[in-house]
């Protein structure tokens, strides 16, 4: 499935143009200085200015933090750096997708705004929620190529998660923890250690996994946000695609467009008139643009439709005809007869055919 297949990509690419916010920089600065580490030298060995992280709006280089989190790491001499960096979890560290997250009605809200808001606080990783019938799992693919970074910041990642949700979103459940946690790395060298990883997640882990996830009862999943505010998440929504705009400034016009549609999708399919408002040109300035750089805005919604499908397909149980609904189709036949043309296969043979290879 060539564009679908796609949607976690080139690691590389992401990581040497991507970017990391100072926020969750700090985190990691909190754990090494309470371990007693003087940090300056670390910075400078890694191109960051101090200065810059008086700033919580303000973002370094995705490769930055990534040199810096190699030396850092074996400066630490703990040997689960990344998973104690999580007890330095804030709620500055995840910027407005944390007042995002507040202020959703469930926790399977916050992971259906997660894939799509994550990027202000970098581009440290993908994630995406799978859903089944009594467990689900938030799975993360890390884009940093750096063996030793990415097996302590996706520790760092899945614990500062479960401790956020215990901390903040759902306070009053703190003995509902997760049901099952996996990690692409294998187990640490000494066994002792696991204990460390049994204590920070209150449930089984596992190493070796075909995956990075935290599982949990949907239960767990569909408890209500005791502070959600509607009108403030619609606000912040708004915040957050401003945010998610003035990113993606120095991508090609073309991955603008597409990760604008990425955005507006997900209330309904926008209209490339409204596209074109959004980015302050018209319609036929927004086309002539695209078709410079090969593309069309048809093009780029049938890419991301074709995207969504495969997820709805691959990682829901939801039915074709809902599926056909959020992708905008009028009826659900003319959703069948597009993902045969686009894929070659049928969307119940792709739906079979991957719930077997999982």
Request: proline share 5%; with cysteine; hydrophobic share 35%.
């Amino acid at each position: 499935m060539s564009n679908a297949d796609n949607g976690i990509t080139n690691a590389d690419s992401l990581v040497s143009q991507g970017l990391a916010s100072i926020p969750a920089v700090k985190q990691y600065l909190r754990h090494a200085e309470a371990l007693g580490i003087d940090c300056q030298p670390l910075l400078d060995q890694a191109g960051i200015c101090a200065q810059d992280l008086n700033d919580n709006n303000h973002w370094i280089p995705a490769t930055a933090l990534e040199k810096l989190l190699s030396i850092l790491i074996p400066a630490s001499n703990d040997p689960c750096f990344g998973l104690h960096t999580a007890r330095f979890i804030s709620m500055d560290m995840y910027n407005v997708q944390g007042y995002i997250n507040m202020n959703c009605s469930s926790l399977r809200e916050v992971w259906g705004q997660t894939p799509i808001y994550e990027k202000i606080v970098g581009d440290m990783g993908v994630s995406t929620p799978v859903y089944g019938e009594q467990v689900s799992s938030l799975r993360w693919h890390c884009n940093y190529t750096d063996p030793l970074v990415r097996r302590h910041i996706t520790e760092t990642i899945l614990a500062s998660w479960h401790r956020y949700v215990r901390e903040y979103l759902l306070p009053d459940q703190s003995d509902k923890g997760p049901i099952q946690v996996c990690f692409v790395h294998n187990p640490p060298e000494t066994p002792e250690l696991l204990t460390e990883y049994q204590d920070a997640f209150g449930c089984e882990v596992l190493f070796d996994q075909p995956y990075n996830a935290i599982s949990i009862d949907n239960e767990l999943l569909d408890l209500p946000i005791a502070q959600a505010n509607p009108h403030l998440l619609a606000s912040l929504l708004d915040h957050a695609t401003q945010l998610l705009r003035e990113l993606d400034k120095n991508r090609s016009f073309t991955e603008q467009v597409k990760n604008l549609l990425r955005l507006m999708i997900t209330k309904e399919i926008p209209r490339r008139e409204a596209i074109a408002e959004q980015l302050h040109m018209n319609s036929r300035t927004l086309q002539r643009k695209l078709a410079e750089e090969g593309s069309s805005y048809q093009a780029l919604l049938d890419e991301l439709r074709l995207e969504m499908a495969c997820h709805y397909l691959s990682k829901t149980d939801l039915s074709m005809e809902v599926i056909a609904e959020k992708l905008g189709f009028a009826e659900t036949r003319s959703f069948y007869r597009q993902f045969k043309n686009l894929c070659g296969v049928t969307a119940g043979a792709y739906r079979k055919e991957r719930r077997l290879s999982s």
